[in-house]
Nanobody
């Protein structure tokens, strides 16, 4: 099993910055993609940003130029730097990782428990 623990959520004013972090632990042989998703009240969970083990990234159009995803492969961590945040960024943010326990096993998706981000003045 793999556990993901997020940290860094909270209340931030519009135009401000916030940094989310996620650490993966447990039976990990390798991790392929790590990413951040979010879910606002009454809406479906959506992709915010994802980063592959080689460093390639992909962002939702709504956060391009404002958010930056990064990872430390040695520490199995992923971070999301959120700049110039907007009220519409308010949501529960979830960390996701595609990991496998050994060379012969398949990659499986794992989720963190979520961390609340509220953008309000």
């Amino acid at each position: 099993q793999v556990q993901l623990v997020e940290s860094g959520g909270g209340l931030v004013q519009p135009g401000g910055s916030l940094r989310l972090s996620c650490a993966a632990s447990g039976s990990i042989f390798s991790i392929n993609a790590m990413g951040w998703y979010r879910q606002a009240p009454g809406k479906q969970r959506e992709l915010v940003a994802v980063i592959i083990s080689g460093g390639s990234t992909n962002y939702a159009d709504s956060v391009k130029g404002r958010f930056t995803i990064s990872r430390d492969n040695a520490k199995n961590t992923v971070s999301l730097q959120m700049n110039r945040v907007k009220p519409e960024d308010t949501a529960v943010y979830y960390c996701n990782a595609e990991a496998r326990a050994n060379l012969l096993s398949r990659f499986r998706g794992y989720w963190g428990q979520g961390t609340q981000v509220t953008v309000s003045s």
